[in-house]
């Protein structure tokens, strides 16, 4: 199975910026081509990026055996009176093929809530798109010995109206609040285990992926690989340049993490 391994730019990179990036990340994946048979590279740049993005990874872009391109948020409804959004259609037609949902940034800021994101997650499926579920706890609710309960809270609430078919299509990355960021505390392999255990009982084989997110960088990524149940990763910082973006996808193809 292809691990996915991929980056979302979050309110980063001008156009001409996410240009460079992409141009180069296409020039490299091109020439090593081994690296798309181990994994499954994604990026999410900025709305305003992602027709640019879609266009400088040319026949890449969304091909099987490619890179996915996906937008950071869009809105449930199609169209409409709703000034500043972009619906799923719109980021479709700018060349996104997957839609992150639900990240702890757009919960802690722009009012997120379980039932947005289970709205959110049925118009994806309802395009074609593949919804990348972001999920995890606080401190307070890792203290209180809460964080299984509290992530299938917010699995099921935002994927329990979903057919079994458009279930397989989901991603679901576990992104901690207190490990993203660069407030963030890298997690110790040990504290990822038993929500890994949670998820991959629950979802494991039944949806697209399982992915862990916070400060991962290429000197955890191996660890991070190898905890039973994760499927790829999702990253920010560390592959906000394309170096740091490219070593994150070495380690990941690498025959040692098999
Ligand atoms: O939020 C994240 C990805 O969505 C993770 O961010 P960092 O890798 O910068 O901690």
């Known amino acids: 199975m292809r691990r996915w391994i991929g980056t979302s730019w979050k309110m980063n990179k001008t156009i001409g910026q996410a240009r460079a990036y992409a141009r180069g990340l296409r020039a490299e994946l091109s020439d090593r081509g081994e690296m798309l048979d181990r994994v499954q590279p994604f990026v999410i740049p900025p ?5 640019a993005v879609t266009e400088e990874m040319g026949p890449l872009a969304n091909m099987a055996g490619g890179i996915r391109i996906g937008a950071q948020n869009a809105h449930w409804e199609d169209s409409g009176a709703w000034t500043g959004e972009l619906s799923i259609p719109q980021v479709k037609d700018a060349g996104a093929t997957l839609i992150e949902i639900g990240h702890f940034e757009r919960r ?6 379980v039932e947005t994101t ?5 118009a994806a499926v309802r395009h074609g798109l593949t919804p990348l579920l972001c999920i995890g706890e606080s401190t307070q609710i890792r203290e209180a010995g809460k ?3 509290f992530l299938l809270d917010q699995t099921r609430g935002a994927l329990s109206a979903l057919t079994v078919e458009q279930m397989s299509r ?3 990355a576990y992104e901690p609040i207190w490990a993203i960021g660069a407030q963030g505390r890298p997690a110790k392999v040990g504290e990822l285990r038993e929500p890994f255990d949670v998820l991959a009982h ?3 084989g039944r949806t697209e992926a399982l992915l862990y997110g916070g400060s991962v960088t290429p000197g955890n990524a ?13 990253v920010g910082r560390s592959a906000w340049t394309l170096s740091g973006y490219l070593e994150l996808l070495e380690v990941a193809a690498a025959p040692e993490n098999p």
């Open 202 to 204: 629950e979802y494991g």
């Open 108 to 113: 802690e800021h722009f009012g997120e809530t």
């Open 118 to 122: 289970s709205w959110k997650v049925q």
């Open 47 to 51: 709305a305003t990026a992602l027709a």
């Open 222 to 234: 191996s660890e991070l690989l190898g905890i039973p149940g994760v499927n790829g990763l999702f």
């Open 147 to 149: 964080t299984a309960t």
């Open 170 to 172: 989901v991603i679901i």
